[in-house]
């Protein structure tokens, strides 16, 4: 996934949607810890570009790998581009932060997310 200043959350956020349909990601004001959750009135809107959101960021790429854990992809945005971002994961109707489960992959993330729809 390009991380670049002119790319909005939006993009971002849908990118990583189609690599993983049955999550999605959030971008947040301030950081969290591992197993910690982000309120949602700290959360930015999606038409917002990186740049305005982290205007020291540098430009980069992050690998979207299934075999990578959530609390590591989430440490990897914080700290290679400054990103606050919250992995979500999809339950039945409803999308819940992955805080209790931080240490799963995102590819185990996204088939527990996928699996609750099936299952409806």
């Known amino acids: 996934m390009l991380i670049h200043s002119t790319r909005t959350v939006g993009e971002l956020q849908g990118e990583f949607h189609v690599a993983f349909?049955?999550?999605?990601?959030?971008?947040?004001?301030?950081?969290?810890?591992?197993h910690e959750?982000?309120?949602k009135k700290t959360e930015?809107?999606?038409?917002?570009?990186?740049g305005e959101i982290s205007p020291n960021l540098l430009d980069g790429e992050?690998?979207?790998?299934?075999?990578?854990?959530?609390?590591?992809?989430?440490q990897e945005?914080?700290?290679?581009?400054?990103?606050?971002?919250q992995v979500f994961r999809r339950?039945?109707?409803?999308?819940l932060q992955t805080t209790s489960t931080d240490d799963w992959t995102l590819g185990?993330?996204?088939r527990k997310g996928l699996h609750s729809i099936q299952a409806v």
């Open 21 to 34: 349909p049955g999550l999605k990601i959030k971008f947040y004001k301030k950081e969290h810890q591992d």
């Open 37 to 39: 959750g982000s309120p």
């Open 44 to 50: 930015y809107q999606d038409n917002l570009s990186l």
């Open 62 to 74: 992050i690998q979207l790998d299934a075999e990578k854990p959530v609390a590591d992809f989430e």
């Open 77 to 85: 945005m914080e700290t290679r581009f400054g990103l606050h971002v």
């Open 91 to 95: 339950s039945n109707d409803l999308w």
């Open 108 to 110: 185990v993330q996204n």
